[in-house]
């Protein structure tokens, strides 16, 4: 199963939606029947988590009868999760990206935050503001938090993980080495490109298994299995949820392997006009352009 939130009418409002078959159907057009009221009004698939697995269970009996209902025509993908309370991304999770970086293994798990105003959907632009000269990307696996979470054990951290998405960590490099703090080089407004949908968790292959492929105007910059992270998506879960609740919809960013512009010999940061895509084949193609 896959899930999306698609722009619907004016004023920024979503609803959530199923992507079978290459097209999107209405969550309020399958749960027509009394019992499933509660599945209709749902904006975005944290507005799902929120309601349990009995939710979710009763949403994959629904995906299977996309056939009696219309798909949606007018496609404007929003961030699958518009309002997470949390953004929380790993740092130097990749050896090669250490390397490339010029630095070294760090001893401790890095972890910094981005925003829900950071968010933009598949198909979304990416600000490139005017003090912005040294613009990069990072593309990585999401993991969106299924059901509260508190200081889980590795063992038991894959029964947190609702499913799994794309996200595009835009780095702001000048910012982010030369001010105290990444907040500004990594949380500015569309900085955090999210989609385009989440594939459920019973659904998705094993992580080590999935290949994150990223290309800028269509030239591969980056191409690496997730197996190659050095802390694991369940050692990340137990470790930030041991001092941080994790809630329904939040979501993990679990670092970038190497190919940044950074890490070239002559840099080649983002431009307008460029349009970055992250793949990963299970999930799907995250695709933005950068504007001025």
């Known amino acids: ?29 399958l749960a027509v029947e009394p019992e ?32 009696h209902v219309d798909a949606t025509s007018d496609v404007r993908l929003a961030p699958p999760v518009m309002r997470p309370s949390k953004i929380v991304c790993v740092g130097l999770n990749y050896l090669a990206h250490i390397e490339e970086s010029g630095g070294t293994k ?16 598949s198909g979304g632009q990416v600000r490139r503001p005017s003090f912005s000269t040294e613009l990069d990307y990072e593309g990585e696996l999401a993991v969106v938090i299924g059901r509260r979470t508190s200081a889980v054990s590795p063992e038991d951290a894959m ?18 080495i030369t001010e105290p703090q990444w907040i500004r080089g990594k949380a500015l407004d569309t900085f955090a490109p999210l989609g385009p949908v989440v594939l459920d968790a019973a659904s998705a292959p094993a992580i080590n298994d999935m290949r994150i492929v990223t290309r800028v105007n269509g030239e591969v910059r980056q191409d690496a299995l ?24 939040d979501i993990i960013a679990t670092g970038t392997p190497s190919g940044v512009a950074l890490g070239m010999a002559v ?22 352009d950068i504007v001025a």
């Open 36 to 67: 499933f009221a509660h599945l209709r009004g749902l904006r975005d698939v944290g507005d799902l988590y929120v309601l349990g697995s009995t939710a979710v269970d009763e949403l994959r009996t629904l995906a299977a009868s996309t056939d």
């Open 1 to 29: 199963m896959k899930l999306a939130a698609l722009y619907t009418g004016h004023g920024g409002h979503t609803s959530l939606h199923l992507l079978g078959n290459g097209q999107y159907f209405a969550v309020d057009r």
């Open 106 to 121: 760090p001893e401790r798990i890095v972890l910094f935050a981005k925003y829900p105003s950071s968010l933009v959907g």
């Open 226 to 249: 997730c197996s190659l992270m050095i802390t694991s998506v369940p050692e990340l879960i137990s470790y930030i949820s041991a001092a941080i609740t994790l809630e329904p919809g």
């Open 159 to 176: 029964g947190a993980i609702g499913g799994y998405t794309i996200i595009n960590d835009i780095s702001d490099r000048n910012l982010q």
């Open 267 to 288: 840099p080649q940061y983002l431009q307008s006009g460029d349009r970055v895509s992250v793949v990963i084949d299970e999930i799907g193609e995250l695709s933005n």
